[in-house]
């Protein structure tokens, strides 16, 4: 049974950092896409970042040059850096896994952890 557990939120004036962990369970994080999903109040969720088994890390427009995706796998853990946080960034952070071989076809989610981001 896959879980991914979030852990890492909280509340930060507008400026500052924090990192998101996403430690993941019956999924091996190294064969596999993994990103990061947002979802603010009365908007629909959105993709944030994500990190394929190969290639460059992806990022929205939005988060680019001030967010960092990464994983360590020897950990089964997806970390999201966020620096230069701004009040627009308060959300329920999710992480998502895709299975093998599925590319970023995400399928797997974690319980969300609060972000926010006072001005």
């Known amino acids: 049974q896959v879980q991914l557990v979030e852990s890492g939120g909280g509340s930060v004036q507008a400026g500052g950092s924090l990192r998101l962990s996403c430690v993941a369970s019956?999924?091996?994080?190294?064969?596999?896409?993994m990103g990061w999903f947002r979802q603010a109040p009365g908007k629909e969720r959105e993709w944030v970042a994500h990190?394929?088994?190969?290639?460059?890390?992806g990022y929205a427009d939005s988060v680019k040059g001030r967010f960092t995706i990464s994983k360590d796998n020897a950990k089964n853990t997806l970390y999201l850096q966020m620096d230069s946080l701004k009040p627009e960034d308060t959300a329920i952070y999710y992480c998502?896994?895709?299975?093998?071989?599925?590319?970023?076809?995400?399928?797997?989610w974690g319980q969300g952890s609060q972000v926010t981001v006072s001005s």
């Open positions: 998502a896994g895709a299975p093998v071989l599925a590319g970023c076809a995400f399928r797997y």
């Open positions: 019956g999924f091996t994080s190294s064969s596999s896409c």
């Open positions: 990190i394929a088994r190969v290639g460059t890390p």
